[in-house]
């Protein structure tokens, strides 16, 4: 099982000195895994002789490239120009079979578009979504689109509720995964025009569809697969990773207030760490392009070690789980179902 | 000072029950303030004599509507239709004078479109906008619009950065407010058209504006005002609501795991009551309905006693402060000032 790790830019001043080092661990916690860093191989050995890592070889492989994304580039001028960053190669080398999957910390709009261009589209899917587990009341839910598109039409909506249910099928054995339109009202009235389109064709459609859900019934653990266009997605997934850091650091203020509480505070301390290893975002890092053939991976971008590890075997799990061949499958007989009728 | 209370139907299966005994409450904490509960009188005096209540008089009266508006009712059908609703009876109370301030925790939809109508707008605003404060890191940030539009476009986003700064130089007495433009990205090149047509007007505007932010700097309290359209602001407003929900279920659910842990919550009780409170979503309660040309209050449609009383005396606080007529002022300085360059 190989997967590729495209160097380019993150968010932040991160780089080879995160993802060298949580390639590292990933390789420890997965003994089938073998890895190919593709980058600068000076900033590649920069960062692990600075982690003071063993030298590559055997699992563990560079693949020069010798351009690399910015983040603030825009997707259709990296499709053009970066033939030869370490985001095309690393997909370029998921296309011609030398990896199973590629994972990528870098500009999500390129990553897409290159991912696109390059692996294709799964049949009946235009555009491919970002789709991640969120943590939920007695379990997670699926949430897509959380940032590939911009916007999204009412059609596009509705193949995001197809792959969202598929993947609750496939990672969950859901057999009849409950789907829910993100709105601001659960009234027939709300919303605008594209969502309550959306609304009819789901209505219509064989999925187990539960109609407009509110941003705060993504956590309550009764839908299964929550849509929504990107642009909305994005903003709810980073909202809400706020108001989980504003909430921690209130309870740390609040512990370290006074004698009395600081002792109230190590009492407390291991079941808070429960409580926040729960709640960690880095044990849900890893968002799926979903809708390609070919397994990628966008991993944040503010990501520490044991994020982008998670989001490696992440990918790994994917890759065993045969995930992009099953949404094709179930996609197939969608639409030779739909062509019979 | 007198308000107005709507008692049209509220989400879920409030109504009377919540607003009577949270009018009471609030008359008891804000000694120069008058109510006029506008609705069905027989079901007033059910719930007064449910909570056992002192009868109306002096400073509680009810004032009877025969209509009520419905959570699912087109807003333009209610505008035409629903002439003696509690909600159109309260703002027409407003709109003559008999009332200072309206307070609904009816359908936001057909409040605005009523409000709009009856109030007009201030001058150079198309539509308002629902803003709150939202708590943050050392503070809050103002936050609009939270779902009076579903839609927004560039000049309207700008409307709504104007008034939000207004609103923070007004109420926090700050000179030069910072206003963020919330997108997916801090990148120039993210985003929709409308969002980067904002962008573009916004740099040119003499608004302190601080560029594009993400969702989690809503609560790092380094932007004073957070613009967005009333989709993604309802969306991220109650994304965060769960989060925050999710966060103190799990915090009960571990506390109560173990005897040893049921110790521990027993010492950290007092120190997470304290954190509850500062973080309380009922203590946020009640939104503006800002752009016009009086005091109109959104309280959310699953206020409690607390929540609801909250929202009538930060309305009680908005007439005291002036706000619209301060709004007013700054929106004719600026027009002014467009004018004469």
């Known amino acids: 099982l190989t997967i590729t790790i495209a160097l380019d830019a993150m968010g932040g001043d991160f780089g080879p000195s995160v993802v060298v080092p949580a390639s590292a661990a990933a390789l420890e916690q997965e003994r089938d895994l073998s890895l190919i860093l593709v980058g600068d191989p000076a900033l590649v ?28 580039e825009l997707p259709s001028a990296a499709l053009r120009s970066k033939k030869d960053s370490s985001m095309r190669v690393a997909i370029d080398l998921v296309k011609v079979g030398t990896a199973d999957a590629c994972v990528s910390a870098g500009n999500t709009g390129a990553l897409m578009a290159m991912a696109r261009f390059v692996l294709k589209t799964l049949p ?35 193949q995001f ?14 057999a009849s995964p409950s789907v829910g339109l993100l709105n601001i009202g659960a009234e027939e009235i709300k919303g605008n025009e594209q969502i309550k389109a959306s609304h009819r064709l789901l209505t219509e459609s064989d999925l187990n569809y539960a109609g407009f859900i509110e941003g705060d019934a993504i956590f309550r653990g009764q839908i299964d697969v929550v849509v929504c266009d990107g642009f909305v997605g994005n903003v709810a997934l980073k909202t809400g990773e706020g108001i989980a850091k504003m909430f921690g650091e209130r309870i740390r203020e609040e512990f370290e207030r006074t004698s009395f509480t600081r002792l109230a505070g190590a009492f407390a301390m291991p079941v808070l760490r429960r409580v926040r290893a729960r709640m960690d975002p880095r044990a849900y890092n ?11 991976l966008k991993s944040h971008g503010g990501a520490d070690r044991v994020a982008f590890a998670h989001a490696i075997r992440r990918a790994a799990s994917e890759v065993r789980e045969g995930i992009p061949d099953r949404v094709r499958e179930h996609l197939e007989t969608k639409l030779a179902e739909q062509e019979a009728v």
Chains 1, 2 share one sequence.
Not at 50 to 61: N, Q, T
């Open 161 to 174: 509720a197809v792959m969202g249910s598929v993947l609750a099928q496939c990672v969950d054995g859901i």
């Open 286 to 296: 890893g968002a799926t392009l979903i809708g390609l053939r070919g397994v990628v």
């Open 45 to 72: 050995e920069a960062a692990m002789s600075e982690c003071r890592l063993p030298r590559p070889g055997g699992r563990w492989v560079v693949r020069p490239a010798s351009q690399q994304v910015e983040m603030d």
């Open 124 to 158: 009946g899917i235009d555009r491919p979504a970002i789709v991640s587990a969120l943590p939920a009341s007695g379990g997670h839910t699926h949430m897509l689109d959380l940032g590939a598109n911009v916007g999204a039409g009412a059609e596009q909506l509705c």
